[in-house]
């Protein structure tokens, strides 16, 4: 074992106050090139022996509590759908919960605080699975992709509307959030929180990313997908990714700009990286939500008190002038907000002061954050 740079990347990420979740090996049908070198692979399953792969899970519990490492959060095998099926192979499942259920009893017999789960939980047919043969998990988990690289180009309204449902609510293949959280109480006597543990505009690709994540398009969808995160009770949202290169990425047959919401070539922010700006200096755990009405479509809102001040999230959902009047508030404002009237290759933050009485502009699509100075 060499763990030099999983303990410097571990205590870099606590030292910003943040907390890792540790995702270990994939379960791909190529399986050999995701696991440790010299791990045998059952010729029958395709995945590890169970025992072996529950020591080399419960070597990382061991590693960091002999550091003194809090690490928690541990996925056991990444997209395991790729394995058994977005429609699960009932064998496979089974052969995959057998190797899980082993890792799950070796890394909570060094750490019972450990909080294990994997993504794909909440499709259907694995979440029944699950409650019927498999150890607990602490979290249900999945992955939030709203275009697909296999899919032809999806149009913009599309793609925003799936933002507002996928995952969130139950489908014809996966369980919403309050359904499965519901459905493993009902089995189980536990609420258990829920992770969007990997999210972005566009999964991938064949040849690139979908060049829209960088631009506006990519800044309202992670808005809205914030904004229903905060309205069902998600614990917490991992944007994948937080860097990439625009350079490598003009290579590419798309075009794109990888998944990134910084350049890593100049390490300055794309559009998307400001929503989380705004929302993350704004809007702590526990804040009050306050209620709020929008009369149209095409502008969603999110409320809150944020330190005694109130907050306004607006969300315009059509790249189209509206005009947004206000109710129910008194006094000065103080806006920020990001549109397309600033290029998204140098996108910048946009600051400005108004009055409750005054109508605010939206030149298409726009992510803006008033802030009530009078407290009403």
């Given at each position: 074992?060499?763990?030099?740079?999983?303990?410097?990347?571990t205590q870099k990420i606590f030292e910003i106050g943040a907390e890792p979740?540790?995702?270990?090996?994939?379960?791909?049908?190529?399986?050999?090139?995701?696991?440790?070198?010299?791990?045998?692979?059952?010729?029958?399953?395709?995945?590890?022996?169970?025992?072996?792969?529950?020591?080399?899970?419960?070597?990382?519990?061991?590693?960091?509590?002999?550091?003194?490492?809090?690490?928690?959060?541990?996925?056991?095998?990444?997209?395991?759908?790729?394995?058994?099926?977005?429609?699960?192979?009932?064998?496979?499942?089974?052969?995959?919960?057998?190797?899980?259920?082993?890792?799950?009893?070796?890394?909570?017999?060094?750490?019972?605080?450990?909080?294990?789960?994997?993504?794909?939980?909440?499709?259907?047919?694995?979440?029944?699975?699950?409650?019927?043969?498999?150890?607990?998990?602490?979290?249900?988990?999945?992955?939030?992709?709203?275009?697909?690289?296999?899919?032809?180009?999806?149009?913009?309204?599309?793609?925003?509307?799936?933002?507002?449902?996928?995952?969130?609510?139950?489908?014809?293949?996966?369980?919403?959030?309050?359904?499965?959280?519901?459905?493993?109480?009902?089995?189980?006597?536990?609420?258990?929180?829920?992770?969007?543990?990997?999210?972005?505009?566009?999964?991938?690709?064949?040849?690139?990313?979908?060049?829209?994540?960088?631009?506006?398009?990519?800044?309202?969808?992670?808005?809205?997908?914030?904004?229903?995160?905060?309205?069902?009770?998600?614990?917490?949202?991992?944007?994948?990714?937080?860097?990439?290169?625009?350079?490598?990425?003009?290579?590419?047959?798309?075009?794109?700009?990888?998944?990134?919401?910084?350049?890593?070539?100049?390490?300055?922010?794309?559009?998307?990286?400001?929503?989380?700006?705004?929302?993350?200096?704004?809007?702590?755990?526990?804040?009050?939500?306050?209620?709020?009405?929008?009369?149209?479509?095409?502008?969603?809102?999110?409320?809150?008190?944020?330190?005694?001040?109130?907050?306004?999230?607006?969300?315009?959902?059509?790249?189209?002038?509206?005009?947004?009047?206000?109710?129910?508030?008194?006094?000065?404002?103080?806006?920020?907000?990001?549109?397309?009237?600033?290029?998204?290759?140098?996108?910048?933050?946009?600051?400005?002061?108004?009055?409750?009485?005054d109508p605010l502009i939206f030149n298409g699509y726009t992510v803006a954050?008033?802030?009530?100075?009078?407290?009403?």
């Open positions: 074992w060499n763990w030099t740079w999983v303990d410097l990347l979740l540790f995702c270990l090996g994939y379960a791909r049908p190529n399986i050999q090139n995701y696991i440790p070198l010299g791990m045998a692979v059952n010729p029958v399953t395709q995945l590890p022996y169970p025992d072996s792969y529950a020591a080399y899970a419960a070597e990382w519990v061991k590693h960091f509590k002999e550091l003194g490492l809090p690490v928690r959060y541990y996925e056991i095998m990444n997209e395991p759908a790729t394995y058994f099926g977005w429609t699960p192979n009932q064998t496979k499942l089974n052969y995959y919960v057998e190797v899980w259920n082993a890792a799950a009893r070796a890394m909570r017999a060094i750490n019972p605080n450990v909080k294990l789960s994997h993504d794909c939980i909440t499709r259907k047919g694995v979440l029944e699975y699950r409650l019927k043969y498999g150890e607990d998990v602490d979290f249900l988990d999945f992955h939030k992709y709203d275009h697909y690289g296999s899919e032809t180009w999806v149009n913009d309204s599309v793609v925003l509307a799936r933002a507002e449902t996928r995952c969130f609510e139950t489908s014809s293949t996966l369980w919403g959030v309050e359904d499965a959280r519901r459905m493993w109480y009902n089995a189980r006597g536990k609420w258990l929180p829920v992770i969007n543990s990997e999210s972005n505009l566009n999964s991938a690709w064949e040849n690139g990313t979908d060049p829209r994540i960088q631009q506006m398009l990519g800044a309202v969808w992670t808005s809205l997908v914030l904004r229903m995160g905060i309205l069902k009770g998600l614990s917490y949202n991992v944007y994948f990714e937080f860097t990439s290169s625009a350079s490598y990425g003009k290579t590419t047959e798309t075009g794109g700009y990888g998944f990134g919401m910084v350049n890593s070539d100049n390490n300055k922010p794309w559009y998307p990286y400001y929503v989380h700006y705004m929302i993350g200096n704004s809007l702590n755990v526990g804040d009050l939500i306050v209620e709020t009405i929008s009369s149209s479509e095409d502008v969603r809102t999110l409320c809150w008190i944020h330190n005694g001040m109130l907050n306004i999230l607006l969300i315009c959902k059509v790249n189209e002038p509206r005009i947004i009047c206000l109710s129910g508030l008194k006094g000065q404002l103080n806006i920020c907000k990001i549109d397309n009237t600033i290029p998204w290759e140098n996108p910048s933050l946009q600051t400005q002061t108004g009055n409750s009485n954050l008033v802030q009530v100075v009078t407290a009403p």
